[in-house]
């Protein structure tokens, strides 16, 4: 990072609850140095974000980039979002492509960039959804022999205000069952099942406490359902 003073979040549940890294409308960044030209592309590549909006004003932030073109090489840049309608969009030698799906909502979502050099495609997925495609075929390497910025542009300009909570980049054109996969949510477990307030479950009323262990805070405990052989009485319980 160029400064000092960036922040670790809270990630999204869905995939780890690791720290994301946040982004501000200020300089800060993440320099990866590439001497080597590892993020300089002659083939199918994949990018990938888990992101979430800071800001639904901001029109223009990058995930990634590795932009600028006085040295004849081609530029990329991937943005979160944009533009003012909040799509992501992607540029590479001077072609673009936006995405349809507003994501500058403060959600978390999964987002990726996926270049088939067989097929000369360009595809934008949003949450594992393909949300725009196009065909370009490129005559020269994709990046340009810089460092690659993550959260600007090279040296600042279109400042990231966001976080990031995942990014990856493989080689080869992956679809989306080879993405980033998301948690699996863990269902609640009864931890106690008994009478309540000392009652003998005797007619005319049976009465049951039951206390549920939640194992995952995205379930949401008011959604389950009480059964007693196999008839649900949910609608009866307090």
Same mark, same amino acid.
């Given at each position: 990072?160029?400064?000092? @003073?960036?922040?670790?979040?809270?990630?999204?549940?869905?995939?780890?609850?690791?720290?994301?890294?946040?982004?501000?409308?200020?300089?800060?960044?993440?320099?990866?140095?590439?001497?080597?030209?590892?993020?300089?592309? #002659?083939?199918?590549? #994949?990018?990938?974000?888990?992101?979430?909006? @800071?800001?639904?004003?901001?029109?223009?932030?990058?995930? !990634?980039?590795?932009?600028?073109? @006085?040295?004849?090489?081609?530029? *990329?840049?991937?943005?979160?979002?944009?533009?003012?309608?909040?799509?992501?969009?992607?540029?590479? =030698?001077?072609?673009?492509?936006?995405?349809?799906?507003? !994501?500058? =909502?403060?959600?978390?979502?999964?987002?990726?960039?996926?270049? =088939?050099?067989?097929?000369? $495609?360009?595809?934008?997925?949003?949450? *594992?959804?393909?949300?725009?495609?196009?065909?370009?075929?490129?005559?020269?390497?994709?990046?340009?022999?810089?460092?690659?910025?993550?959260?600007?542009?090279?040296?600042?300009?279109?400042?990231?205000?966001?976080?990031?909570?995942?990014?990856?980049?493989?080689?080869?054109? $992956?679809?989306?069952?080879?993405?980033?996969?998301?948690?699996?949510? !863990?269902?609640?477990?009864?931890?106690?099942?008994?009478?309540?307030?000392?009652?003998?479950?005797?007619?005319?009323?049976?009465?049951?406490?039951?206390?549920?262990?939640?194992? =995952?805070?995205?379930?949401?405990?008011?959604?389950?359902?009480?059964?007693?052989?196999?008839?649900?009485?949910?609608?009866?319980?307090?």
């Amino acid at each position: 990072a160029n400064v000092g @003073t960036m922040s670790y979040v809270d990630g999204s549940f869905n995939f780890g609850s690791t720290p994301a890294l946040r982004f501000t409308p200020g300089p800060d960044h993440v320099v990866v140095p590439d001497p080597s030209g590892v993020f300089v592309f #002659t083939n199918s590549f #994949t990018f990938e974000a888990v992101v979430r909006s @800071t800001n639904n004003v901001t029109t223009q932030g990058a995930i !990634l980039a590795k932009n600028g073109t @006085t040295d004849g090489e081609g530029e *990329y840049w991937w943005r979160f979002p944009g533009n003012a309608t909040g799509q992501q969009e992607v540029a590479m =030698d001077g072609n673009f492509l936006t995405g349809t799906n507003v !994501l500058n =909502d403060g959600q978390w979502h999964h987002v990726a960039v996926v270049y =088939d050099a067989t097929n000369n $495609l360009v595809q934008l997925y949003a949450d *594992y959804v393909l949300e725009a495609s196009a065909t370009v075929a490129f005559t020269a390497p994709i990046g340009r022999p810089s460092d690659l910025f993550i959260g600007s542009f090279i040296n600042g300009g279109s400042e990231l205000d966001a976080d990031i909570d995942a990014l990856r980049i493989s080689s080869g054109a $992956l679809t989306p069952d080879q993405f980033i996969p998301r948690a699996v949510a !863990l269902q609640p477990v009864v931890s106690s099942l008994l009478p309540a307030n000392g009652a003998n479950n005797v007619a005319p009323t049976a009465l049951i406490e039951a206390v549920f262990q939640n194992r =995952d805070t995205s379930v949401m405990l008011d959604s389950l359902k009480l059964s007693v052989d196999g008839i649900d009485v949910t609608a009866d319980a307090v």
